[in-house]
């Protein structure tokens, strides 16, 4: 089988503590591979993907991109070269004067000279219908602004396989629905962490839970939802109305 990731016994810590977060945690990524990966909030799920992507280097196990050995930092930077990886907090990979110079980043450092790299960025932001925000400072968007410009800049880089960490956090849902289209429309490998069962059930093949530091296949995505309405999640009985004729 190729594999374009994987990683294998991995085991991390949080400096200060004593319990790891990751212990023995397994990951594989072939072309064919959508992964939904879930699990409590602080459970490692973000830790794992920047294990993955070399921002945090594990006490043990092994990572391997396309069947070479991930050991040093040329390695890890020919792999997120390939990467397009979306952090939880979107703002964070908005770092440049304008959306535009954030999205001529990537390309750029791909690579292409400067003209290229900017017919790509252009492209990538009409794709996400955010050419109306080229000019405007990443700092001054709101948060489902930030997300879609933080995809665009990801987008542009034409990667191998994606990291979406919380991606529809903060999306209302016509961007929510933009988001499900472009993912279906490209069918790229990828890794999405999220609490939205809907949107892993319809983006992803494969499903997880990171629990106690291990993870675990899941046979299918659970799904829960709410009524809202005063029953709540308490069990009740939808009854029909019973008509009441006037004589």
Known sequence: MDFLLRLEDIRYTYPGKTVPILRNAALSLTPETRLGLTGANG??????????AGLLRPETGAIWFKDAPCRHEADFAALRLRLGYLLQHAGDQLFCPTVLED?????????????????IARAALERMELSHLAAVNGANLSGGEKKMAALATILAMRPDMLFLDEPTNDLDPP?????L??????????????????????????????????IQALPTMPHHHTHI?????????HATPVRQDTP
Do not use: M
């Not at 999205?103 to 017919?119: D, I, L, S």
């Not at 279906?184 to 530091?213: M, R, Y």
């Open 43 to 52: 459970g490692g799920k973000s830790t794992l993907l920047h294990i993955a």
């Open 103 to 119: 999205t001529v980043f990537g390309p750029y450092n791909q690579g292409h000279g400067r003209r290229e790299a900017e017919r």
């Open 175 to 179: 961007r929510r629905e933009k988001l």
């Open 181 to 214: 289209h472009l993912l279906k429309e490209d069918n790229l490998p990828c890794v999405i962490i999220s609490h939205d069962w809907d949107f892993l059930a319809e983006t992803c093949n494969t499903f997880c839970l990171l629990q106690d530091g291990i």
């Open 229 to 237: 309405h005063p029953a709540g999640n308490a069990d009740h009985v």
